[in-house]
């Protein structure tokens, strides 16, 4: 059985002939003792020492994005924790009023009791319920001001260097 992934030697053989007949074919230069003019290799070194200007910048950039980045991720995760914190007090409070009120609610002797006692919870859930939102809500924007801050203040440092 013949293998189909070698090649034939005479092949080969054509291969290596048709490069040594291309090379030879080639002119000899020495590299080494090519003269470059003056102009070229100034012009040469001046490219090299703008794309290392270059370079510098863009990795200073890169690390100001980058610290940005984790000051306004960390500052955003510190609010969000704080937000739920509250969000899940407010829950505990609720479900314990709501028990408390099925309870009383339970215990009621008449439908006029019943009434009045659930009169009385939903004047005084609105109230939690509004309290609740107003906290939340200031929390909110909060952090939504202090997670911009950074970036803000980034944008006009930016805005600075360029003008």
């Known amino acids: 059985m013949v293998d189909a992934t070698t090649v034939p030697p005479s092949a080969k053989k054509t ?3 048709a490069t040594a007949a291309f090379e030879s074919a080639l002119p000899k230069i020495d590299l080494a003792n090519l003269e470059v003019p003056a102009v070229v290799r100034e012009m040469a070194e001046k490219s090299v020492q703008t794309a290392r200007e270059a370079y ?3 990795k200073t950039n890169a690390e100001e994005t980058t610290d940005l980045l984790e000051d306004t991720y960390t500052t955003a995760s ?10 899940l007090e407010s829950l505990r409070a609720n479900v314990n009023a709501a028990f408390d009120y099925v309870g009383a609610l339970l ?16 004047r005084k ?3 939690v319920l509004s309290a609740q939102a107003k906290e939340l809500s200031t929390i909110a924007q909060k952090v939504a001001a202090e997670t911009a801050e950074p970036i803000k203040a980034s944008v ?8």
């Open 156 to 163: 006009e440092k930016t805005i600075k260097k360029a003008s």
């Open 15 to 17: 291969a290596k002939a």
């Open 107 to 122: 215990g009621t002797k008449s439908v006029s009791e019943a009434v009045e006692l659930s009169t009385g919870h939903m």
């Open 125 to 127: 859930q609105f109230d």
């Open 56 to 58: 510098e910048k863009m």
């Open 78 to 87: 510190k609010g969000v924790a704080e937000y739920n914190a509250v969000a």
